[in-house]
Each structure stands twice: as C-alpha cells, then as structure tokens.
Nanobody, 124 residues
Framework: QVQLVESGGGLVQAGGSLRLSCAAS????????MGWFRQAPGKEREFVAA????????YYADSVKGRFTISRDNAKNTVYLQMNSLKPEDTGVYYC?????????????????WGQGTQVTVSS
C-alpha cells in the first residue's frame, strides 16, 4: 500500500510558476512509476506527466511540453512537478499517482494509488 500526499498548489497569475510535490509512503519508492494528472471543473481527469521508477523515461502531455518538468528524488520518496509559464487553462486539481511497476505509462487506469489532489488556479 502506498499513500500519496500532494502539496504546493495555490493561486498564481498567468505566466507565473508553481512547484508541486508529492510525498509517498513506503520503502520501495523506486519500484513505482509516478504520474501527475489534473482535472478541470466539468472535465475529465487528464494526463500531465509521468516518470519511470529510475527516472530514465519521462512523458509529457503535448499541452505542457516545454513548460512543465517532472522529476523525482527516490531518496526522499518524493516526485515533483515544476510548472512554468502557467496559463489559465492549467487551472484544476492536480493529482499525484503511483503505478506498481517501474515503467511509466500515461493512462489513468495504469495507476494503482492516488493522492487527494491539490488545487492550482491560474488567473488571467
């Protein structure tokens, strides 16, 4: 069982930056691929970024490429999402997710554990 706790959300103006963190419980963090997803009001949850257990493979949604960076620190059991050049359309609840395998994937159904989410609001 893995427990995930996100932090770092907030209100920011367009063009600004935020850094999300996701702290995971357990002693085998490097065995889990990690992902970030988001859900805007009235919309389905969507993939944002994913990183494999060793950080050798990283995927991004086209909408965030060049602006967001996912990274992980296996010694700290933490995955990060650095978000730069934020846009109003980036507004939503951001969820951290863990997959019980090393390879990264981009589908919601590929992930076994989810955090409670953190709100990101980008004003225009």
């Amino acid at each position: 069982q893995v427990q995930l706790v996100e932090s770092g959300g907030g209100l920011v103006q367009a063009g600004g930056s935020l850094r999300l963190s996701c702290a995971a419980s357990g002693r085998t963090f490097g065995s889990y691929a990690m992902g970030w997803f988001r859900q805007a009001p009235g919309k389905e949850r969507e993939f944002v970024a994913a990183v494999s257990g060793s950080a050798a493979t990283i995927y991004y949604a086209d909408s965030v490429k060049g602006r967001f960076t996912i990274s992980r620190d296996n010694a700290k059991n933490t995955v990060y999402l650095q978000m730069n050049s934020l846009k109003p359309e980036d507004t939503g609840v951001y969820y951290c997710a863990a997959r019980s395998y090393v390879p990264a994937r981009i589908g919601l159904a590929d992930y076994d554990y989810w955090g409670q989410g953190t709100q990101v609001t980008v004003s225009s």
